[in-house]
């Protein structure tokens, strides 16, 4: 009994923290109704502040077990909390809006997110097939439910593409597990990494590791599964679109390094299979968004593209490189939800989700504009913000590879050149001059604190870049 008190104080705080206030908010929903709906905000947001200052402050402790060692607490799985966490927050600030629409129903959409994000925390501490797959089921389905929450057709279509998806992805990632079962009786991560030490590897193994990593693809919206990215994201509300485009990837990507760090490390031929996805996923963002004239759709095919970026860090099957998958994911935290709050800004005063209407807001809102486009510039990769030593970071991480690496560097940056095309050309339309500019007045305070905090982070990572990759550095050790 003290040994489990142990763990739970230790080891599991943050989510035993977060599952306590997802009953709390449960139960709440039975006696609060339509009048008293901002409890569940507030209460949201103080069940995803106080996991993280127990992380930030230390209370939480890493290098422990828990489960019979299927749970692990590390330095790794705790950054990528913090961020997880970090992602849930600016999404409940920036649900403002559609929560005062949907007053009856606030407390079972926070839970539904707060349950997605105890899932998310929890699939990147797993450290056995087991809990790995229970975890990533519960965060698909409540993903799909944020996303079939609302009473629209598209929302409905578009909970049914990723629900078909996630079925089919379901399906590679068992048969994956089921056949390195098979041929090794174990399930622990940590047991499989002793087994396999210092062997060569079978074609059964190649063939399971390459089915775990197709199945893990769809989680991350990487190539194979990547066409439902776009069209989902178009029929959900900006807020879970932007929780989509960072949470559950995020979580996959975190799991995966897990899975590579202890399973996957000594099959150098999976690095180029990881390599191939990765480009292949940037182009086919890249090429993508080109043709756009949807806001969402064009910010889904550029979550695709860096979900590619983050994948090719990984690829690389070193410490470097997890430590540069690490500052991408943080740097990527703040441009992603900054461009989704500024989306969410100009189409609750517009009601416009097309790309032509964008045009001369310059001259409209000059401020609201001006953290866009940093925003933009971010994600293009072009300085001085932290996109573009993010994307330096990944490359010399690559580099750092065998001879293909010349060569994956190459088909990347021509890639990274063509997709900073379609962010330009977004910034040209806004600011190019009109007779008719459109008056932005909005009264979303959430959302403005998210648009300019994410618009300042991403030039402050840029000058603290140093710092942050050696924090990612140790962070990276132990995986």
Request: proline residues 3%; positive net charge.
């Amino acid at each position: 009994m003290e040994l489990l008190l142990f763990e739970l104080k230790n080891v599991f705080l943050p989510e035993t923290i977060l599952l306590f206030f997802i009953v709390i908010n449960l139960l709440l929903s039975l006696f609060f109704g339509k009048k008293l709906y901002k409890i569940s905000g507030r209460l949201s947001l103080l069940s995803v502040i106080i996991p993280l200052i127990s992380i930030s402050v230390g209370i939480a402790h890493s290098g422990y077990t828990f489960f019979s060692e299927t749970y692990i607490q590390t330095n790794f799985s705790m950054v990528l909390k913090v961020l997880i966490l970090l992602g849930a927050f600016f999404t409940i600030l920036l649900s403002q809006n559609i929560i005062k629409k949907l007053r009856y129903r606030a407390y079972e959409y926070h839970s539904i997110l707060l349950i997605s994000t105890f899932a998310a925390m929890c699939l990147v501490s797993s450290n056995d097939f087991i809990p790995m797959f229970i975890a990533l089921e519960t965060l698909s389905l409540t993903c799909c439910l944020l996303i079939a929450f609302w009473n629209k057709y598209k929302p409905k279509e578009a909970a049914i593409k990723f629900l078909i998806n996630s079925g089919v992805a379901t399906g590679f990632l068992l048969f994956g597990i089921s056949i390195l079962y098979g041929i090794s009786g174990e399930l622990n991560f940590s047991l499989l990494n002793l087994h396999y030490y210092g062997q060569d590897f079978s074609i059964l193994f190649i063939l399971a590791s390459v089915f775990i990593t197709v199945g893990l693809m769809f989680k991350t919206g990487c190539t194979p599964f990547q066409r439902w990215v776009p069209d989902v994201y178009q029929g959900s509300p900006y807020p879970i679109a932007a929780y989509l485009a960072y949470v559950p990837k995020i979580a996959g990507f975190g799991i995966l390094a897990r899975l590579i760090g202890n399973v996957m490390i000594e099959a150098p031929v999976l690095q180029l299979f990881l390599s191939l996805i990765a480009i292949l996923t940037v182009a086919y963002g890249m090429f993508g968004a080109i043709r756009q004239t949807d806001i969402k759709r064009l910010l889904g095919y550029s979550s695709v593209a860096h979900c590619g970026f983050m994948l090719l860090g990984l690829s690389v099957f070193s410490v470097y490189g997890v430590a540069c998958f690490i500052y991408y994911a943080i740097v990527y935290l703040f441009m992603n939800f900054g461009v989704w709050a500024a989306g969410i800004t100009f189409v609750a005063c517009t009601g416009s989700d097309n790309i032509k209407d964008y045009k001369g807001l310059f001259y409209a809102r000059p401020y609201y504009t001006t953290a866009f486009v940093i925003c933009l510039m971010a994600l293009a990769g072009l300085p001085p913000t932290a996109g573009f030593l993010a994307k330096l970071f990944l490359f010399c991480s690559v580099m750092r590879m065998d001879a293909s690496g010349l060569l994956i560097v190459l088909l990347a940056l021509i890639l990274t050149v063509v997709g900073v095309y379609f962010y330009v050309n977004l910034m040209r339309i806004m600011f190019e001059k009109t007779k008719d500019n459109c008056l932005l007045i909005s009264e979303q305070m959430n959302t403005k604190i998210v648009l300019y905090f994410c618009t300042l982070m991403t030039i402050i990572t840029c000058f603290f870049a140093n710092q942050i990759i050696w924090l990612s550095m140790y962070a990276a050790i132990g995986i």
